[in-house]
């Protein structure tokens, strides 16, 4: 059994992957460096910061809930089908979201490729913001997201917390199946933009749109869910 330290750092290069219990103590940063690897009991351990610096794929084989950041430096960051909390975190390569449920306490930057895998993105921090160009399946918004210049998404939007849209903000629905606005919150909304030509964008629950709707052409937008979409401006 392997017990950690709190600050102390695991660096795993190519190799033999180690078996057994998950070690205790922590929280302890875990690196990943070489070119190939499969995660193993130290990724599901107390883990502070997880750096992945391999130049192929590293594949996760089991939950990660790190209490600090994960940064994806290089390479490809396979999550699979394991859901994953961080405070930050940051790709600078290949991220391929769970296909269940990230959650974050932090911001989310993307300077590389960001796949949402189907999954949920869940915003549980105090102030998160997002950098970089991602598409997002479905988001959850639980704590207080400030959100881009445009934000777009192929699912639902789930709003149980607050969402600041920003002064020239827009929400671009571009799904091709039935998409949700909904929550326990009334969100206010900057603009927003329908692009979903295979399916309907339906409202559940009372709304405020501060701004633009914007309808592209054979869009289906249904508003007529519990409440109208009510203009404000």
């Known amino acids: 059994l392997l017990t950690l330290g709190n600050g102390s ?3 795993r290069n190519d190799g033999t992957n180690l078996t057994g219990n998950a070690p205790i103590g922590g929280a302890y940063n875990l ?25 192929g794929t590293l594949t996760i084989a089991g939950n990660i809930a790190a209490v600090g950041d994960i940064l ?11 859901t994953i909390s961080c405070s930050d975190l940051t790709n600078n390569a290949i991220w391929d979201s769970p296909s269940t449920i990230l959650t974050l306490t ?9 796949n949402h895998n189907s999954g949920t993105v869940v915003f549980n921090g105090t102030g998160s913001t997002i950098t970089g160009t991602v598409l997002f399946n479905h988001i959850t918004i639980s704590g207080t ?19 600041t849209p920003g ?5 671009a629905f571009n799904g091709s199946t039935i998409q949700n606005i909904q929550g ?15 399916a309907a ?33």
């Open 145 to 163: 997201l400030v959100g881009p210049n445009t934000l777009t998404l192929v699912g639902n939007f789930t709003n149980n917390g607050t969402f």
């Open 167 to 171: 002064s020239a903000g827009t929400v």
């Open 31 to 55: 690196i990943y460096n070489g070119t190939l690897y499969s995660s193993e009991p130290v990724a599901s351990g107390n883990i502070n910061d997880l750096t992945n610096n391999l130049t």
């Open 106 to 114: 932090g911001n989310l930057a993307n300077n590389g490729t960001f």
């Open 72 to 82: 994806n430096q290089a390479g490809t960051f396979a999550s699979v089908a394991n």
């Open 201 to 233: 964008v339906r409202v559940g629950g009372s709304q405020r749109l501060l701004g633009t709707l914007t309808l592209a052409a054979n869009t289906n937008f249904d508003p007529d869910g519990a409440a109208k979409l009510r203009g404000q401006h």
């Open 184 to 198: 326990t919150t009334n969100t206010a909304f900057r603009n927003i933009s329908i692009n979903n030509t295979l």
């Open 9 to 11: 750092t695991i660096i």
